[in-house]
């Protein structure tokens, strides 16, 4: 049993990749084992064993494919800065990067990997490689997780070097001074 679990697994990781699906949940993959097997229970030790000989890490109850997964959130980064995002959440992140999970009800609330840990780590790195500044923002004891796009950055890749006669520093001044006096009228 444990060899066609082995199997069965590594096959698994490999047609995950294959479907562009980077991250998953050990819950979420056990489901897909025990539908693909036919039975009601799975050695975890020799499923993380066959999907690491696929390349997949596994971190806090997540499998990842660390290649799959950094090149996923450094095409998410393009997106979003193409789609002119200042702001998103962790939490839209996890959703962009994982795929819809074949269980009946979310898991994301009672696996730690999500936040802590290997995976973690790595949307971090690569959003932060692309220009994304990380920050957890606390209120009545309740953590926001966001990623920002430092706007002064924004502002200097449309205009390197001002616009004459303003330098880029006065033309972004002029700009955050302009935009937050409409602001305060319209409320």
């Keep these: 049993m444990s060899e066609d679990l082995a ?17 998953l949940s050990r819950p979420d993959v ?19 064993g066959s999907f690491e000989t696929a390349g997949w890490e596994y971190s806090r109850h997540l499998y990842y494919h660390p290649q799959g997964l950094r090149d996923a959130a450094t095409d998410l980064a393009s997106d979003l800065r193409s789609d ?12 962009e990067l994982a795929k819809e999970s074949e269980e009946e009800e979310p898991v994301r609330d009672h696996v730690t990997g999500w936040t802590r840990g290997g995976f973690d ?18 209120r009545r004891g309740h953590e926001l ?5 430092p706007l002064y950055d924004v502002f200097e890749e449309s205009y390197p070097s001002g616009k004459s006669p303003l330098t880029t ?3 972004f001044s002029h700009y ?3 935009s937050m006096a409409e602001a305060l009228e319209d409320r």
């Design 145 to 149: 997780r966001v990623y920002l796009r």
């Design 121 to 138: 780590e790595l949307v971090r790195g690569a959003l932060d490689e692309a220009g994304w500044r990380h920050e957890a923002v606390e």
């Design 7 to 23: 199997e069965t697994a590594e096959d698994l990781a490999n047609d995950l990749v294959r479907d562009d699906i980077v991250v």
């Design 30 to 48: 056990n489901h897909r084992l025990k539908t693909r097997l036919d039975v009601s229970k799975v050695d975890h030790d020799v499923v993380t």
């Design 84 to 95: 002119g995002r200042l702001l998103v959440t962790h939490e839209e992140v996890c959703d």
């Design 169 to 171: 520093n006065e033309l």
């Design 176 to 178: 955050l001074s302009s």
